[in-house]
């Protein structure tokens, strides 16, 4: 089993930028794709970004492409998601997840994080 934790969300005015890490403990990332969804109130979870378990594919929504980047620290046992430009929309619970399948769709991922809030103000 993997335990997934993130942090880094808060408060941040549009335009501004933030960095979301995710801990990953139980068993390394190494063997897993890596994904960011991220759910607002009263809305589904949406894709946000994946990345390959060695880094070499990555994969962004498309209202996060430019903006958003994903990247992973094996090593570590981290994976993070930087965010520029943030936009009111952006804000959301962002959740990170684990899988083997991985790429886009919820179903490719086995566990999840507890999320962290992101709160954009316009």
């Known amino acids: 089993q993997v335990q997934l934790v993130e942090s880094g969300g808060g408060l941040v005015q549009a335009g501004g930028s933030l960095r979301l890490s995710c801990a990953a403990s139980g068993r390394t990332i190494s063997r897993y794709w890596m994904g960011w969804f991220r759910q607002a109130p009263g809305k589904e979870r949406e894709f946000v970004a994946a990345?390959?378990?060695?880094?070499?594919?990555?994969d962004y929504g498309d209202s996060v492409k430019g903006r958003f980047t994903i990247s992973r620290d094996n090593a570590k046992n981290t994976v993070y998601l930087q965010m520029n430009s943030l936009k009111s929309e952006d804000t959301a619970v962002y959740y990170c997840?684990?899988?083997?399948?991985?790429?886009?769709?919820?179903?490719?991922?086995?566990?999840w994080g507890q999320g962290t809030q992101v709160t954009v103000s316009s």
């Open positions: 990345i390959s378990m060695n880094g070499g594919s990555l």
């Open positions: 997840a684990a899988g083997s399948r991985g790429v886009t769709g919820r179903s490719g991922y086995d566990y």
